[in-house]
């Protein structure tokens, strides 16, 4: 005990360097506990906005697409399908998904068609 009582008298022997570094400390902290929320939000709205605008919450896939993708493997009935999952009380957009090699003369790219 006779120790802590020395350390807390030395911490206060030399008051303004003591707020100083105390008040440095709680800035410092300060500002990384604001980071860290600026980062989860904006990982947060990342993540909304990927699911919203591009793939959904669930995929589903004509079988045999994931082994040999293809724009032209699609879903047999996909009316009987999207009715079913709508009377279970799911939202469905159905999407049509591509991607390719859009070239100029001088230059390509690759790119991703959205049929919604």
């Keep these: 005990m006779d120790d802590l009582k020395l350390a807390w008298r030395n911490v206060?022997?030399?008051t303004r360097r003591s707020v100083v570094?105390?008040?440095a400390t709680s800035l410092a902290?300060?500002?990384m506990i604001v980071y860290r929320g600026l980062i989860s939000g904006y990982m947060t709205g990342l993540e909304r906005n990927i699911l919203d605008l591009?793939?959904?919450d669930v995929q589903a896939y004509a079988s045999g697409y994931?082994?040999?993708p293809s724009i032209y493997t699609t879903i047999a009935e996909p009316e009987?399908?999207?009715g079913a999952l709508e009377r279970a009380g799911y939202r469905v957009s159905p999407r049509l998904l591509?991607?390719?090699l859009?070239?100029?003369t001088d230059t390509s790219s690759g790119v991703q068609l959205i049929g919604i």
Excluded: H, S
Aim: glycine share 20%; no cysteine; aromatic share 12%.
């Design 12 to 14: 206060w022997r030399n």
């Design 21 to 23: 570094t105390i008040a």
């Design 29 to 31: 902290l300060f500002v």
């Design 54 to 56: 591009e793939v959904g």
């Design 66 to 68: 994931r082994e040999k």
């Design 80 to 82: 009987a399908f999207v």
């Design 98 to 100: 591509g991607t390719g």
């Design 102 to 104: 859009g070239a100029g």
